[in-house]
């Protein structure tokens, strides 16, 4: 069973940055693919960003790229997301995930979730 911790969310303006962070309660090998996803209230649950651990692969939804970057820490099993240029439109809850092998975009292919960490865009 992994658990997972995200930190780092926030309220900040409009065109600001912050970085996400996700720590797993115990060390992930390099099998596990790593993804960020959110949800606004009254929306579903949407893929944002995901990375393998193995090779370091990334994949982002088209409403973020450019703008946010996921990247891992290896030796800490530990996966970031940069968000830069934030818009109102980022606002949400979001959630870090984990499974096993190649990382996908739904969310229900991810067994492992973290408890949520709020972002609000004000504009």
């Known amino acids: 069973q992994v658990q997972l911790v995200e930190s780092g969310g926030g309220l900040v303006q409009a065109g600001a940055s912050l970085r996400l962070s996700c720590a797993p309660s115990t060390r992930t090998s390099s099998a596990y693919s790593m993804g960020w996803f959110r949800q606004a209230p009254g929306k579903e649950r949407e893929f944002v960003a995901s990375t393998w651990m193995g090779d370091g692969r990334t994949d982002y939804a088209g409403s973020v790229q450019g703008r946010f970057t996921i990247s891992r820490d290896n030796a800490k099993s530990t996966v970031y997301l940069q968000m830069d240029s934030l818009k109102p439109e980022d606002t949400a809850v979001y959630y870090c995930?984990?499974?096993?092998?190649?990382?996908?975009?739904?969310?229900?292919?991810?067994?492992?979730w973290g408890q949520g960490t709020q972002v609000t865009v004000s504009s």
């Open positions: 995930a984990a499974k096993i092998w190649t990382p996908t975009r739904a969310p229900n292919d991810y067994p492992y």
